[in-house]
């Protein structure tokens, strides 16, 4: 997959000087504490979704941050213009698709994920560190953002009933239907209307990605002709591994709704379905 890069060819890079390798890894929902993966990747950075790299004038969240801090942040760990990036996480695929998607967002398109993370890479034999490194220099990338990547409830709203738009869900399916409450406090149950379920494991298998072909035979089967894919989860991390694959897949006109269910099941002004689409 033209998104995806595997450890093997990771170590191969390892002395490539454009080189920028982010552990972009998170939390799951509902688990307390502070993100600490056993070990990290050679000369690896800190990609922090929920603090560095947040809006935080913003109540949710992890929604993307401005262009302004996210040039700021990146230019600080070094990276430039001509950089190759390559985000990771400490296991499975969760977090680091949303990595992913925000580089091409701020208009940084030279980024792959790692399949299989930090647990493939520890598999594979293949060195680590303990902490995260510091950059030898300041980098020269300009963050230009490109808003057609991140939506927000309002658009949602605008497209709820066109035909070629199809919303797409992460969430697990019985999360999707009510019949399962949110990890997160004061969320209602249920979907946006006329959504449809694709929970982000479906396109898994033990972490990583199933056969291309698979993925493809999942997707035909909940888009039909839409020309327009929105993707949503529980906070606008996973519906970006639905991006990603939807990127493999050839799709175009795909954006993320960034609020996600953390904003759409906590407002009583908009509408929720429960039950089978």
């Known amino acids: 997959m033209k998104n995806l890069i595997s450890c093997q060819q990771l170590h191969e890079q390892l002395n490539n000087p454009a080189l920028v390798i982010f552990d972009a890894g998170m939390l799951r929902p509902g688990v307390l504490g502070t993100y600490s993966p056993q070990a990290m990747l050679p000369n690896a950075k800190r990609f922090d979704i929920k603090n560095e790299l947040a809006d935080r004038s913003n109540p949710l969240t992890s929604t993307v941050c401005s262009e302004q801090q996210f040039t700021h942040v990146m230019q600080n760990a070094g990276v430039n213009n001509d950089s190759f990036i390559v985000v990771y996480e400490d296991g499975g695929l969760f977090s680091s698709a949303r990595a992913w998607w925000m580089f091409k967002a701020m208009g940084h398109h030279n980024v792959k994920v790692l399949s299989g993370g ?7 034999g ?3 560190q303990q902490g995260y490194s510091k950059a030898s220099g300041r980098g020269d990338f300009t963050a230009n953002y490109n808003s057609e990547y991140f939506i927000n409830s309002q658009q949602v709203l605008n497209e709820i009933d066109e035909p070629n738009t199809v919303l797409l869900d992460a969430r697990a399916y019985k999360r999707f239907t009510g019949e399962e409450s949110e990890p997160r406090k004061g969320m209602r149950s249920g979907h946006i209307p006329n959504s449809r379920s694709l ?15 698979e993925i493809k035979a999942i997707f035909s089967d909940v888009v039909d002709d839409a ?11 996973t519906a970006c591994v639905l991006a990603l694959f939807a990127t493999e897949c050839g799709y175009k006109n795909l954006s993320v709704y960034d609020g996600s269910w953390s904003e759409w099941g906590a407002s009583d002004s908009l509408p929720i379905s429960t039950g089978e689409a």
């Not at 930090?118 to 594979?124: C, D, I, R, V």
């Not at 396109?203 to 056969?211: I, S, T």
């Not at 020309?227 to 991390?237: A, E, K, N, T, V």
């Open 199 to 213: 929970p982000f494991m479906d396109l898994l298998n033990e972490g990583e990605a199933k056969p291309l072909a």
């Open 118 to 124: 930090l647990k493939k890479w520890l598999e594979s």
């Open 126 to 128: 293949f060195a680590t």
């Open 227 to 237: 020309q327009q894919l929105q993707f949503s989860c529980g906070s606008g991390i």
